[in-house]
């Protein structure tokens, strides 16, 4: 049974900086894409960071970059998201989401629609004060 737990989140103030954890079980992800999303009360679940498949492109959308980094440990099979210069905007539960095996051409299309993630973290909530 493929597992994803998150953790890391919680209480920050504005300029302040966290860093996310997702750790995976119950299968390899060689070539599956990891990525980062989070939702906001009274919003829509949306992208933040992914990395497409193993050692790949690594995307972020436009209000994160420079701010925000994701990256993998290979050896715990742990992701991360590292959030800097965190602003009152970034609050939301953040989910750490996983495909089944993926093509680079796949990347391209998909990687930032939350459809076509396979697997999903609980979520950890993440709150910034001002």
């Known amino acids: 049974q493929v597992q994803l737990v998150e953790s890391g989140g919680g209480l920050v103030q504005a300029g302040d900086s966290l860093r996310l954890s997702c750790t995976a079980s119950?299968?390899?992800?060689?070539?599956?894409?990891v990525g980062w999303f989070r939702q906001a009360p009274g919003k829509e679940r949306e992208f933040v960071a992914a990395i497409c498949r193993t050692g790949g492109i690594v995307y972020y959308t436009e209000s994160v970059k420079g701010r925000f980094s994701i990256f993998r440990d290979v050896a715990k099979t742990t992701w991360y998201l590292q959030m800097n210069s965190l602003k009152r905007e970034d609050t939301a539960v953040y989910y750490c989401?996983?495909?089944?095996?993926?093509?680079?051409?796949?990347?391209?299309?998909?990687?930032?629609?939350?459809?076509?993630?396979?697997?999903w973290g609980q979520g950890t909530q993440v709150t910034v004060s001002s």
């Open positions: 989401a996983a495909t089944l095996p993926v093509s680079s051409d796949w990347c391209l299309r998909y990687t930032q629609i939350p459809d076509h993630y396979n697997y």
């Open positions: 119950g299968r390899t992800f060689g070539t599956s894409t």
